[in-house]
């Protein structure tokens, strides 16, 4: 064949598409350190320090297994919030998103990868967490329960991708950096992800309630038998904020758009 | 109905605006833009900055909804995916991700088409074999530029956007940039070229679209522009455009 003669029959390979977006994806992050230690790194050099080594020998167990589902929320909230926030704002700022949508690629595939880059940022976070726990704190969780928190902490993480998203399509690649780290640290600490919420003020226990963080780490807690949640709302709640943020990200995305 | 642009010689139009104006808020950035583009033609587009360039070639990618008139890619909406399958695409400012290496960004983009030609192929074609390996952070600022240029090519396009492709690089890249251009251009490969660089659109071009405010100003072969100066003696492409611009301004 000629090698610059077009075949008008051929066609894409969506699935080859998808698989190379995602490992892209994963490679750029694995190899960004500015992303991947913090994200890896923080949630269990707190975990270490607040989970296993401060707390009384007597209460140490029972802390454990609390922090392992709330820094787990904290843990998987990073990755997505900061993979898609200042992940894609860094992106689109280069020009390199811009080269995704003038090529033929399906942009689902580009999401696919940074969806991909979230949520296995956050499972290696919780299995870190995991093994931690389990190696130095004593807890004991049956197979199902390890299975359902990863299960939960990682697909609760979607909604943070979606908020992520959406600071993505607001600001440029600075602003985000900014604009993620106002939100996730003190969302994390008012959702009761740091301390359990009723060392709070009632105003701020009502205001963590609002909080996706919350209902997140509520559903862990629940998990690992720390709390008896109401499950049903929680996921609603967490569905919600993942459809608004979508919806708000996708607005703004036809507005930049014209 | 036949458009001006079109050309009874040759039928295949890969690329047309017809009747295209495109406004942001006050300012009209396209004012009644017609042009189509022929398989194997390398068409320079010239003007000052603001002259809507990059309005044109942002509702020739899909990356813009024209407001009015017609675009056509490959005789399809440009917005549509599957009508970019011959499109490659060269953006002026662009920068790829630092630590990914050569080959896997251009294993990255060749994912995305149906028929892409081999790593190995492309990265020779852009003269980047040697650098396949190395992260593009690592990459000098002309390399950087050819990996751009190697990621147009790798989808085996029919049609070739590239905008601004020779800023940094030096006189002998530049050449050797122009030899890979005029080779893909008798493959049958079709170019829209911008460039501030005047003689590289006379180097290169078959015809050359002087837009000035939004409109097309002037059209033709390089031949055809010099011999429109109102200056006596032999002029060259650059002194012509001054002249067009000039006398519009």
């Known amino acids: ?258 | 109905m036949s458009l001006p642009t079109d050309d009874p010689a040759r039928p295949e139009v890969l690329a047309r605006l017809d009747r295209v104006r495109h406004r942001y808020a006050d300012t009209l950035a396209l004012d009644d833009v017609s042009l189509a583009l022929h398989p194997g033609e390398v068409l320079a587009l010239l003007g000052p900055n603001g002259a809507g360039k990059s309005t044109l070639l942002g509702l020739l990618c899909g990356r813009l909804r024209p407001q009015e008139g017609r675009v056509e890619l490959c005789g399809g909406d440009p917005r549509e995916a599957r009508s970019r399958q011959s499109l490659g695409v060269m953006l002026q400012q662009a920068s790829l991700p630092e630590m990914l290496r050569v080959g896997e960004l251009l294993e990255g983009q060749a994912a995305a088409y149906a028929s892409p030609r081999s790593t190995a192929g492309t990265l020779a074609l852009a003269g980047l074999s040697e650098l396949a390996a190395r992260p593009y952070g690592s990459l000098s600022g002309g390399q950087q530029r050819r990996v751009q240029f190697a990621l147009a090519l790798v989808g085996r396009p029919r049609l070739v956007f590239v905008d601004e492709p020779t800023t940094g690089l030096d006189a002998d890249a530049r050449r050797a940039f122009w030899g890979v251009l005029r080779g893909l251009r008798a493959e049958g490969v079709a170019m829209i070229l911008t460039t501030h660089y005047i003689e590289e659109a006379d180097a290169l071009a078959d015809r050359v679209v002087v837009l000035h405010r939004g409109r097309i100003l002037a059209e033709g072969t390089p031949m055809e522009l010099k011999a429109r100066t109102s200056r006596s003696g032999p002029q060259g492409l650059e002194d012509a455009v001054l002249d067009l611009i000039r006398e519009a301004a």
């Open chain 1, 1 to 258: 064949m000629n090698p610059l003669s077009f075949d008008a029959s051929a066609v894409p390979s969506v699935r080859r598409a998808y698989a190379s977006e995602i490992r892209l994806a994963l490679l750029q992050l694995w190899r960004t350190p500015a992303f991947a230690i913090p994200t890896l790194l923080f949630p269990l050099a707190f975990y270490g320090l607040f989970g296993l080594l401060l707390p009384a020998p007597e209460a140490g167990a029972e802390v454990a297994r609390y922090l392992l589902a709330s820094y787990g929320a904290f843990g998987v909230i990073g990755p997505a919030l900061f993979g898609f926030g200042v992940g894609m704002a860094m992106e689109r700022q280069m020009g390199w998103l811009a080269l995704k949508q003038v090529s033929p690629l399906p942009m689902g595939a580009y999401f696919a990868g940074k969806l991909a880059g979230a949520l296995v940022f956050g499972l290696a976070v919780v299995v870190g967490l995991g093994l931690m726990a389990a190696g130095f704190g004593g807890v004991v969780l049956a197979p199902g329960q390890w299975l359902l928190l990863a299960g939960v902490l990682v697909l609760g993480s979607l909604p943070f991708c979606a908020m992520g998203l959406w600071v993505a399509t607001l600001v440029d690649a600075r602003a985000a950096v900014a604009v993620v780290n106002l939100i996730y640290l003190p969302m994390s600490v008012l959702s009761g992800l740091w301390f359990p919420i009723h060392f709070f003020p009632e105003a701020m226990q009502a205001l963590a309630l609002l909080l996706p963080a919350y209902h997140l780490g509520e559903l862990a807690l629940g998990v690992v038998g720390a709390r008896q949640p109401d499950v049903a709302s929680s996921v609603v709640v967490l569905a919600a904020y993942g459809l608004l943020f979508l919806a708000l990200a996708a607005r703004a995305n036809a507005g930049r758009a014209d």
